[in-house]
C-alpha cells in the first residue's frame, strides 16, 4: 500500500501545483485588468476636472472671444521662449557631454602614462637586479 500511497500523493501535489500556477495567472490577469481600468478612470476624471478648471478660469468655450493679433502675438512669443530655452538646455547638455568625454580621453591618456613608466620602472629594476 505504500507504493500506491506515494503515488496518489505525487499526483495529488502536482495536480494542486498546476492549479495554484493557473489560479496564480488569473489571478494576474484580473489586477491588470483592474489597474488598466482605474488608470482610465483617473485619466479621465484628471481630463475633467482639467475642463472644468479652464472653463471657471476662462469662461466656456462660447463665451470666450476669438483669440486677437495680441493673444496670438503673446502666445508666439512665449512658444519662441520656451523653444529657446529647450534650444539652450539641450546645448547644455552637449556640452556637458563633450567635457566629460574631455575628461575621459585626458585620464585614459595619463593613466596610459602612468602604465608605460611603471613598465619602464619595473625594466629597468629588472636590469639592475641582473647586475
Known amino acids: 500500500m505504500g507504493l500506491f500511497d506515494k503515488l496518489k500523493e505525487r499526483v495529488t501535489d502536482k495536480l494542486v501545483e498546476r492549479a495554484a500556477k493557473a489560479a496564480a495567472k488569473q489571478s ?4 491588470k485588468a483592474v489597474a488598466k481600468k482605474g488608470a482610465e478612470v483617473a485619466f479621465q476624471a484628471a481630463k475633467d476636472a482639467g475642463k472644468r478648471l479652464e472653463g471657471a478660469l476662462f469662461g466656456d468655450d462660447e463665451d470666450r472671444p476669438p483669440d486677437s493679433e495680441e493673444v496670438r502675438a503673446e502666445k508666439k512669443k512665449k512658444e519662441d521662449e520656451v523653444g529657446e530655452r529647450l534650444r539652450a538646455a539641450d546645448r547644455r547638455v552637449k556640452d556637458r ?20 613608466v611603471d613598465d619602464e620602472l619595473a625594466a629597468l629594476k629588472k636590469k639592475l637586479d641582473r647586475r
Do not use: S
Not at 98 to 115: G, L, N, P, S, V
Open 97 to 116: 557631454e563633450a567635457e566629460d568625454r574631455r575628461r575621459a580621453e585626458q585620464e585614459a591618456a595619463r593613466a596610459r602614462t602612468e602604465k608605460e
Open 28 to 31: 494576474a490577469n484580473a489586477a
